[in-house]
């Protein structure tokens, strides 16, 4: 059980490359998610799905693409990276439970993106 | 957009003293909140969580207080240890698909040996 993967964990584009960040889950949760963070800041959502299938967008989807073929994985897509995509990305993925779901989370260890 | 928000960006303690970290939301409509740890380099950890209908809730070492009234969060660390350093982030869950979260600035906790 690995849990939730990333890869890569380092990267560096230049603006106007496209790329693909991989997400895996073995744990068979429905829910999966993408955030990014910067620098001092908090988690900020890109792009979420409840299920194979469907996907939907966060609170900054610009710039990204998603998809969701299969339970275990959601790659996410930047289509032609800018400067302001360098960040740490994180995938999520979880379960509910009518207790709620907080201690079902699992994030992934993260990406380092720096576009130059 | 209403948000999730911290007061101090930095908190500096003890070691053996107790730590409070706070957290303001502005969305009285929040239902959940979770508080998660995060360590360098590493993707967050959750501590431990609330609901609205609770106004307090005990983990271990943790103490997690809710204030509707003031939209208030404080997650109260007892005896704080150095591997306790790390930044703490308050995050609202944004409605009931599955772990769509808003995220506060973060607060970081540095304790002193």
């Known amino acids: 059980n690995a849990g939730v993967t990333q890869t890569p964990k380092f990267q560096v584009l230049k603006t106007g490359q496209s790329m693909t960040l991989q997400c895996a889950q073995d744990?068979?949760?429905?829910?999966m998610s993408w955030y990014r963070q910067d620098p001092g800041m908090g988690l900020r959502l890109i792009h979420y799905?409840?299920?194979?299938?469907?996907?939907d967008q966060g609170e900054v989807p610009n710039g990204y693409n998603v998809s969701r073929s299969t339970t275990e994985d959601f790659p996410l897509r930047l289509l032609s990276a800018a400067p302001s995509q360098t960040s740490v990305y994180f995938c999520a993925s979880s379960y509910w439970t009518l207790q709620g779901f907080g201690n079902t989370i699992y994030f992934g260890e993260g990406s380092w993106l720096t576009v130059v | 957009g209403e948000s999730v928000g911290l007061h101090l960006p930095t908190l500096s303690v003890q070691e053996g003293d107790n730590s409070i970290i706070n957290c303001a939301y502005s969305?009285?409509?929040?239902?959940?909140f979770i508080w998660y740890k995060q360590e360098s380099g590493k993707g967050p950890q959750f501590i431990i969580d609330?609901?609205?209908?609770?106004d307090k809730r005990q983990g271990q070492r943790v103490t997690v207080l809710l204030n509707k009234t003031v939209k208030h969060l404080s997650l109260q660390i007892a005896a704080t240890q150095p591997g306790d350093s790390a930044v703490y982030f308050c995050a609202e869950n944004l409605g009931n698909a599955g772990n769509m979260l808003t995220f506060g600035g973060g607060t970081r906790l540095m304790v002193k040996p």
């Open positions: 969305n009285s409509a929040s239902d959940y």
């Open positions: 799905s409840v299920g194979a299938g469907i996907t």
């Open positions: 609330i609901r609205s209908n609770m």
């Open positions: 744990m068979n949760h429905e829910y």
